[in-house]
T-cell receptor
Framework: ETGVTQTPRHLVMGMTNKKSLKCEQHLGHNAMYWYKQSAKKPLELMFVYNFKEQTENNSVPSRFSPECPNSSHLFLHLHTLQPEDSALYLC????????????FGPGTRLTVL | DAKTTQPPSMDCAEGRAANLPCNHSTISGNEYVYWYRQIHSQGPQYIIHGLKNNETNEMASLIITEDRKSSTLILPHATLRDTAVYYCIVRAQGGSEKLVFGKGTKLTVNP
């Protein structure tokens, strides 16, 4: 257990569905991240939040919409996804500046039909 | 962030030490060496990190050469549950938010 939880662990959705991924960290961290890991590809950073403010968006399509209501929770809202969006979506958190260690959740395995 | 080079795969017998090498010959003075591992279809797990001194924690030891151009992650008594892809990452503290995971080393621990 890393102190970062993600739900659901598995999700199957159609291209017209709307769904949300949830991440919660119990570490008292102030930075949270969404990463995408497609099959046989390295991790891709999607979004970064520091103190609830989005500080990085790596050219992610608008069909992915993040939300960070507080420092402990992070959501990824999904709408009209494509089959190529099927991947493992990982959430991570990091503590105070001065330490760069990111702690990852178990991931949500998303399949878009 | 400096580039790292790792062997694509290694095997280790259960109960023996696993020594995973990493070359980072272009490392800068303010860059740390981080190790993560990823067990199939799970999130990456932080293992250890260091700047220039050797480090040890409950999971592993990190040996960094004096010139800092290479390092070795040591799992002292490998178990089957240590089978995973191990990533060596070099990055400066306070640098880009993005962790750059290369291809890593696939470690297989055999019974």
């Amino acid at each position: 257990e890393t102190g970062v939880t993600q739900t659901p662990r598995h999700l199957v959705m159609g291209m017209t569905n709307k769904k949300s991924l949830k991440c919660e960290q119990h570490l008292g961290h102030n930075a949270m991240y969404w990463y995408k890991q497609s099959a046989k590809k390295p991790l891709e950073l999607m979004f970064v939040y520091n103190f609830k403010e989005q500080t990085e968006n790596n050219s992610v399509p608008s069909r992915f919409s993040p939300e960070c209501p507080n420092s402990s929770h992070l959501f990824l809202h999904l709408h009209t996804l494509q089959p190529e969006d099927s991947a493992l979506y990982l959430c991570a958190s990091r503590g105070e500046s001065g330490t760069d260690t990111q702690y990852f959740g178990p991931g949500t395995r998303l399949t878009v039909l | 962030d400096a580039k790292t080079t790792q062997p694509p795969s290694m095997d280790c017998a259960e109960g023996r030490a696993a020594n995973l090498p990493c070359n980072h010959s272009t490392i800068s003075g303010n860059e740390y060496v981080y190790w993560y591992r990823q067990i199939h279809s799970q999130g990456p797990q932080y293992i250890i990190h260091g700047l220039k001194n050797n480090e040890t924690n409950e999971m592993a030891s990190l040996i960094i050469t004096e010139d800092r151009k290479s390092s070795t992650l040591i799992l002292p008594h490998a178990t089957l549950r240590d089978t995973a892809v191990y990533y060596c990452i070099v990055r400066a503290q306070g640098g880009s938010e993005k962790l750059v995971f290369g291809k890593g080393t696939k470690l297989t621990v055999n019974p």
